[in-house]
């Protein structure tokens, strides 16, 4: 490695280099569940009732997380044979196109059918895409980082999820508070998926100066690669896999619940001429910024599981007070619920997790072992949540608690995961990751 490359991969550089490719593959990915919440319904299900325009719409989103297992392995079988950065690169690219295109894509209105069936397409790109972001991000940050601040410089992998949620909602919010209804709707929503054309080619000049990890790059020069790395992490790690997809399920379900339909049922409950659940996201996105890696330093302190079981058991109740914040109509009260949620439940689990994945698993088989269970937790919770949640309101009578009940379940796993999950750093000492 030659004295430019080890200066550009300092375990800040690679941390800050994390938080600003995951940002850019975040903003695209959640541009999509924004809108999808927002104006997808409209503009490609216009033939349907609003009610199963919306849910056509939540299924398209549901369809990314789809691809995301897909990502995760091919991602994971390249990444620890030829390199995190490689992937890392080629993920990027995939995701900014995309999402690029998206913003050129003609409506229901113009191509008829066609324009939902490329609409879907892309989005199983932009889920591929985020499929393979996550891991090697999470594996890279931790790889460069001293064993005793792997929390702390796995929360910028972390941080990339409400800085991507902050520019996503704040692009979206400024365009439709700048636009007419009409205009919105015409074009006006187009600019921020355009937009990312431009964000990648930022994310490339900063990414492409990386380097893989020493202890990465010792073994691929031993030629000790593994051969088929999801195959060996399935066979000798299982139960890893299994704990960090049970770890993600009430995490990712809460995040999606409150930020993507969320914004659904705020606008049923208040009118479509509410911004009360846009602002809440931003507040939420704004604040995350700071809460995350504070939940990851304490993470270094007291351990992985002690944050992550205040999160666990705790995210129920952040949901049942979000729904009645809303059910009251108060914006105030609606962004409170929302912060408590977000900022204080979902952090504390969030804010940990970059590092206690990565740690569970070989350096083998290290991309593969945290993508797959990241990936596949999601899919299992965040992708179907808000398909779910819509689908239990009906059942509901328009009443939401059949959906805490149902997130009440996912919970229970979630904590009897951060029960069983081994806490690396209760062994720091001379450890490695």
Avoid: C
Avoid at 279 to 291: E, F, P, R, W, Y
């Amino acid at each position: 490695m030659t004295a430019t490359a080890e200066q550009a991969t300092t375990p800040r550089r690679v941390a800050l280099a994390s938080a600003v490719g995951t940002a850019i593959e975040w903003y695209d990915f959640y541009l999509y569940a924004t809108a999808t919440a927002l104006v997808f319904n409209t503009l490609f299900f216009p033939s349907v009732s609003p009610t199963a325009g919306t849910l056509a719409a939540f299924a398209t989103y549901a369809a990314g997380f789809g691809a995301r297992p897909i990502g995760a392995i091919v991602a994971g079988h390249l990444g620890d044979r030829v390199g995190r950065k490689s992937v890392l690169v080629g993920a990027l690219v995939a995701m900014g196109g995309a999402t690029t295109l998206i913003g050129l894509l003609p409506g229901y209105a113009s191509i008829g059918a066609l324009a939902p069936t490329l609409l879907v397409v892309l989005r199983l790109v932009q889920g591929f895409a985020v499929g393979a972001e996550w891991g090697g991000a999470a594996v890279l940050a931790a790889e460069h980082a001293p064993a005793h601040r792997r929390g702390w410089y796995g929360s910028f992998t972390q941080i990339g999820s409400p800085a991507g949620m902050l520019l996503a909602t704040g692009s979206l919010f400024l365009v439709q508070a700048t636009t007419s209804d009409e205009a919105f709707l015409s074009w006006g929503w187009r600019i921020p998926f355009l937009a990312s054309a431009v964000l990648v080619v930022i994310g490339l000049v900063i990414r492409l100066r990386l380097e893989d990890a020493p202890e990465f790059a010792a073994l691929r020069a031993e030629r000790q690669v593994a051969r088929l790395p999801v195959v060996e992490v399935l066979r000798t790690a299982p139960r890893e896999v299994l704990l960090t997809t049970g770890l993600r399920l009430s995490q990712i379900g809460l995040y999606t619940l409150i930020t993507t339909y969320g914004l659904t049922y705020v606008t049923q409950k208040l009118g479509k001429t509410s911004s009360a659940g846009l602002t809440a996201v931003v507040v939420v996105s704004a604040i995350g910024l700071v809460t995350t890696p504070l939940w990851a330093v304490l993470s270094d302190r007291v351990g992985r599981r002690r944050p992550y079981l205040l999160g666990a058991v705790g995210g129920t109740f952040a949901l049942a007070l979000f729904f009645l914040a809303v059910d009251t109509g108060s914006t105030l009260l609606i962004v409170v619920a929302a912060v408590l949620a977000i900022n204080v439940v979902h952090d504390s689990m969030y804010g940990p997790q970059a590092a206690w994945f990565a740690e569970m698993f070989d350096v083998r088989v290290r991309y593969s072992g945290a993508s797959l269970g990241y990936q596949i937790g999601s899919v299992l919770s965040g992708g179907f949540a808000p398909l779910v949640a819509a689908s239990l309101l009906i059942a509901g009578d328009g009443r939401p608690w059949w959906i805490v009940v149902a997130y009440a379940g996912v919970a229970v796993l979630t904590t009897a995961a951060a029960l069983l999950a081994p806490d690396p750093t209760r062994r720091r000492e001379g450890s490695t990751v």
